[in-house]
């Protein structure tokens, strides 16, 4: 089983950065991808960068350009590095790694930590 924690969240002003940290205890299969998800009130949970065990990323368009994301897997932790923050990036950012069997065909298990509040806003 594995636990995800994140940290790094809070209240910044539009232009502003932050870096996100989700550190992952246990064994997280070699083949996986972690991201991050984030949702805002009243809106549903949506998609913002994921990177696989590979090191293939992909972001949502919005995000394109403004944010990073990275792994340490000798620390097993997945970041995000956010810049010239927006104030609809305000959300609760979520960790998920995702494991596979065999083959990214093959989901095995699916982890979420338990959130981080990011608020953008002068």
């Known amino acids: 089983q594995v636990q995800l924690v994140e940290s790094g969240g809070g209240l910044v002003q539009p232009g502003g950065s932050l870096r996100l940290s989700c550190a992952a205890s246990?064994?997280?299969?070699?083949?996986?991808?972690m991201g991050w998800y984030r949702q805002a009130p009243g809106k549903q949970r949506e998609l913002v960068a994921t990177i696989t065990s590979g090191g293939s990323t992909n972001y949502a368009d919005s995000v394109k350009g403004r944010f990073t994301i990275s792994r340490d897997n000798a620390k097993n932790t997945v970041y995000l590095q956010m810049n010239s923050l927006k104030p609809e990036d305000t959300a609760v950012y979520y960790c998920?790694?995702?494991?596979?069997?065999?083959?990214?065909?093959?989901?095995?298990?699916?982890?979420w930590g338990q959130g981080t509040q990011v608020t953008v806003s002068s």
């Open positions: 246990g064994t997280i299969f070699s083949i996986n991808r």
């Open positions: 998920n790694a995702a494991e596979y069997g065999s083959t990214w065909s093959k989901l095995r298990g699916d982890y």
